[in-house]
Structure formats: C-alpha cells, structure tokens
C-alpha cells in the first residue's frame, strides 16, 4: 500500500553536497517513523539517519555532524541533507518507512569521487 520514490542523488566530488527526496504516497506517512539507509556494492545495508513522528532524529556516528534528515508531512517528503561528502559515502541510497514490513524505495545513487 505504502509507495516510496527516493530521487536527488547524482555524482559529486568530495567535500560537496546533495539533497535527497523520498516521497512517501502512502496514506500512513504521517504515522511512520521514516528512515535513510545506504548499501555499497558488496556491503550490508547500513542505517544512516532516522526521524521520528516527533521530528526527533538520530545519525551514524559515521554521518554525525555532516548529514541532517528532515520531513515535510504537508508534502509527504523525507529529505536527507548530505555535506562534506566523503568518498566512503558512495551507495545507494533507500528510503524506508521504519515499522514492521515497511516499504523500501527503489534506491538513488550516490557517488562521491575526484
């Protein structure tokens, strides 16, 4: 039923920035806890930044400090704010609605390289 569709990702050289978009269809966004995972080839899928009903919101030790995650209800969206990107944030990018069996996304790329 819940719908995700992530966009904004792209090639980036380091120290620049990005802004993901998740736009989330469902009719149960305002009520889900939504978060940004990432997965580099060969890796697991890591949890990167996560925000809360409430607005409250919580980062990777490894993004701390340089990536803020945000919703807009009014627009459905979920964004990800990425700075200072480093070469070691190349992946992609999911959006997932964080409840039991939440949708995932389709994924948008990121590549961080000179």
């Known amino acids: 039923q819940e719908q995700l569709a992530e966009s904004g990702g792209g090639f980036v050289q380091p120290g620049g920035s990005l802004r993901l978009s998740c736009v989330n269809s469902?009719?149960?966004?305002?009520?889900?806890?939504m978060g940004w995972y990432r997965q580099a080839p060969g890796k697991q899928r890591e949890l990167v930044a996560s925000?809360?009903?409430?607005?409250?919101?919580k980062y990777a030790d490894s993004v701390l400090g340089r990536f803020t995650v945000s919703r807009d209800n009014a627009k459905k969206t979920v964004y990800l704010q990425m700075n200072s990107l480093k070469a070691e944030d190349t992946a992609v990018y999911y959006c997932?609605?964080?409840?039991?069996?939440?949708?995932w996304g389709q994924g948008t790329q990121v590549t961080v390289s000179s």
């Open positions: 469902g009719s149960m966004f305002v009520f889900s806890p």
């Open positions: 925000v809360s009903v409430d607005e409250s919101t």
């Open positions: 997932h609605e964080d409840v039991p069996w939440g949708a």
